[in-house]
């Protein structure tokens, strides 16, 4: 769904992650098999360009074979300031050469056991006939000789490592987990370069969703704006009446507008949806929480009575906005989206033991690029719980594969994301102006919320399409925090 909007792109969005990349070898092999170490680097070479994608900048150092390179390299790493290392052994090498490289740079290590080929022709090789060469040719296939040495010394360096074995070339399992590495880290880059606007206050009395905003920006390095509306109203004021026309048109090219939505809500909503574009502009914001009585100030409650629109334009930019002030799941929303799965605010609504399904939703803004065809827009005489009237939308998500992710604060002061994954099914919804679908899982509607609500999330999560709990774990692995998977 193209969704139209003069809103820049989040800053962000505009970071990028650097993957640090060297093999390693042995220096006192190369006069004695010639044409070995040439090999050895065509090898590291052929990861780089397997590594390579949009949004990945690739600090390759080549081979390291000697305890004076690897210092060398360990510089050239830490100056880069690289989010991930990939080490690739392709040949034995001393840990005294691989330590220096990856100790000062302080991230984890993904060590990287590939053979050249699925299996050695041993025909061919006995053939040879001059065991120098032979010797040499087994050397390249020598990746795993080091790799449990290596293991041992970062194990006692205190330095997070995650092996990966299999082959070079034509071996989609083991390139799909060094592919779902190179997408949690790039996730990980993502939170740490993010703004997260707050505006307004917690909703009173929602003990669940309160958060250490402090703890939120030492795991996942977010920048937080505190906000106040004041700073909307006032951008409201500035709004023309051509820039409000503009955007009620814009509405009804991206949403399915109802008919008996009154035209000054759809302008009072375009209105905030313009003020709000300047608003993340200003702050250059990739994720905002938001939450306000609006009670008491007409202007007040007229700006945060007309949000959804707006709000849920930009969800579906890729600058999610949770309601109620939800700071945890604001960012497994960003998390989410970063993954390129959407991640739409939701929470349980109902049971339907009939077809074993659970229905969450939630009012205000929805993720729209990620709904079951066009979402649409109601008239709402009241927001239940909360102060005002206006319009809201209605959406179901794709049907399909879809992941859940819940980032709890724990008793111990710490974070942990829970995840699962399920299926947004068809079939009946309420058609009450909120979000609303249906998803089953593999373990049944009625044990999933049992084991779901056992671990103590909050009671808002984040929805996205796609099954992404292999990825969220290496994020959590990335971060240094826990993953749950509900199954």
């Known amino acids: 769904m193209k969704i139209p909007s003069s809103l820049p792109v989040p800053f962000s969005n505009n970071s990028s992650v650097r993957l640090g990349l060297f093999g390693i070898g042995l220096d006192a092999y190369w006069p004695q098999f010639p044409g070995l170490k040439e090999r050895l680097e065509g090898y590291v070479d052929r990861v780089a360009q397997k590594l390579a994608r949009p949004g990945v900048e690739i600090v390759n150092v080549g081979l390291v074979d000697h305890p004076d390179r690897a210092r060398e390299a360990g510089a050239e790493f830490r100056r880069a300031d690289v989010d991930l290392i990939f080490l690739y052994a392709t040949t034995y090498a001393l840990s005294s050469t691989v330590l220096p490289v990856v100790r000062r740079a302080k991230v984890p290590v993904i060590v990287l056991n590939l053979v050249p080929e699925p299996a050695i022709d041993y025909a061919k090789f006995n053939a040879l006939g001059d065991r120098v060469k032979m010797t040499g040719d087994w050397l390249a296939f020598c990746a795993a000789c080091p790799v449990p040495e290596i293991s041992n010394v970062f194990q006692r360096a205190g330095i997070p490592f995650h092996p990966i074995t299999g082959v070079l070339e034509n071996d989609p399992a083991c390139w799909n987990e060094v592919d779902a590495w190179v997408d949690a880290a790039r996730v990980a880059a993502g939170m ?63 949403f399915e507008v109802q008919g008996d939505c009154r035209a000054e809500d759809l302008e009072e909503a375009a209105r905030t949806a313009v003020a709000l574009d300047r608003l993340v502009a200003d702050y250059r914001l990739g994720s905002m ?50 993954f390129g799965a959407g991640g739409s605010f939701t929470e349980y609504y109902a049971m339907d033991y009939d077809d074993d399904v659970v229905l969450m939703g939630h009012d205000g803004p929805g993720h729209i690029a990620i709904a079951e065809g066009k979402t649409k827009v109601r008239p709402l005489e009241v927001y239940h719980g909360k102060v005002g009237r206006g319009i809201s939308v209605e959406m179901a998500v794709k049907h399909g594969p879809v992941t859940l992710l819940s980032v709890m604060e724990r ?56 099954h992404l709990a292999n990825k969220i774990e290496k994020l959590g692995q990335l971060l240094g925090i826990e993953t749950i998977q509900v199954s």
């Open 192 to 254: 740490a370069h993010n703004r997260l606007g707050l505006l307004g206050h917690y909703y009173g009395g929602m003990l669940d969703i309160y958060s250490d905003v402090t703890l939120q920006c030492v795991t996942f390095g977010t920048h937080i704006e505190m906000l106040e509306v004041e700073e909307l109203v006032a951008r409201r004021r500035d709004v023309s009446r051509a820039a409000i026309e503009a955007r009620v048109a814009e509405f009804h090219e991206v």
């Open 289 to 338: 929480a938001y939450f306000h009585k609006g009670s008491g100030m007409d202007e007040c409650e007229a700006a945060i009575s007309s949000i959804i629109l707006g709000t849920s334009q930009l969800t579906g930019r890729g600058i999610p906005v949770a309601g109620e002030y939800e700071v945890k799941n604001v960012q497994a929303m960003k998390i989410m989206d970063l």
């Open 411 to 466: 008793r111990d002061g710490t974070l942990a994301m829970l995840c699962a994954q399920g299926e947004s099914v068809p079939g009946p919804i309420l058609e009450i102006g909120n979000t609303n679908s249906r998803y089953r899982f593999p373990c049944g509607a009625r044990e999933f919320v049992t084991r779901w609500n056992a671990a103590g999330p909050a009671h808002h999560c984040a929805v996205g399409v796609g």
